[in-house]
């Protein structure tokens, strides 16, 4: 495995891999899991579907999904992330699942190493806001090349919060962490991004602690992105 970095703008956790999972449970005081399994019950997966993970960290969501997956029905999830030291611990996980039909490689959503229409589902869980705007529009575009028509998208993110207090620590987040990437989602603007990209059927199905949502489009069937 390449154990470098693939050059992009976007920001990645290469340098906390190793303390990402630890991190994360106690940061989100257990709900990670929950998160997760949240995320999932927004998709309606059929055992034969091949999806794409993208930003998949250190794999805990792919797994997740890839055991609703078969592989007698050549069900797979592949998932990619900029980190490489991500993936290797990723892959770790994986192989103590035998037979899951589930691959990770080092990858970036600007610039995906798949052929035009070849998953059903393209999946981003708190990815968006690590890239900017430009970087946003490219990965959308991408996501709608790789998607077979009538594939979906699923997105989970930060979004604009409500309430006061969680708007604030929104903002506060942006300037005092020096992440000018947030912007786009505390603007609310990531529904528009996705429809620029060619997306239909946009919609936000759910929003949960104030301040991230999930939001799901469509391919169009007759479309000839890809």
């Known amino acids: 495995m390449d154990k470098s970095v693939i050059q992009t703008r976007g920001r990645h956790l290469n340098h906390v891999a190793y303390l990402y999972d630890p991190l994360i449970e106690n940061l989100s ?10 995320t999932l019950s927004h998709m309606d997966i059929r ?20 055991s609703r997956l078969s592989s007698d029905d050549r069900g797979i999830i592949v998932g990619i992330d900029a980190a490489p030291r991500m993936i290797t611990i990723a892959a770790k996980k994986a192989g ?13 959503a600007e610039r995906l190493d798949f052929d035009d229409q070849c ?32 594939g979906r998208l699923l ?6 919060p409500v309430g006061l207090f969680t708007v604030m620590v ?5 300037y005092l962490l020096l992440q000018p ?21 946009v ?9 991230v949502s999930f939001f799901t489009a469509e391919k169009p069937r007759d479309s000839t992105a890809g």
């Not at 005081?29 to 949240?38: A, S």
């Not at 929104?170 to 942006?174: A, D, I, N, T």
Request: charged fraction near 30%; glycine fraction near 10%; hydrophobic fraction near 35%.
């Open 203 to 211: 919609q936000k199905q759910e929003q949960v602690y104030n301040m």
């Open 170 to 174: 929104g903002w506060l987040s942006r």
């Open 96 to 108: 103590r699942h035998h037979g899951m039909p589930i691959s990770f490689q080092v990858g970036i």
């Open 181 to 201: 990437e947030l912007e786009d989602n505390l603007r609310g603007h990531l529904p528009e991004l996705m429809r620029d990209a060619g997306f239909i059927h």
């Open 29 to 38: 005081f257990g709900r990670e899991r929950l998160f997760r399994e949240k």
């Open 47 to 66: 055992p034969s579907d091949h999806i794409l993970d993208i930003g998949c960290g250190t794999g805990s969501l792919t797994l997740l999904i890839g």
């Open 155 to 160: 997105t989970a993110d930060i979004d604009k």
């Open 119 to 150: 998953f059903d589902w393209v999946v981003n869980s708190m990815f968006t806001h690590h890239i900017d705007t430009e970087l946003k529009r490219r990965a959308f575009r991408e996501m709608l090349r790789v998607l077979k028509p009538g």
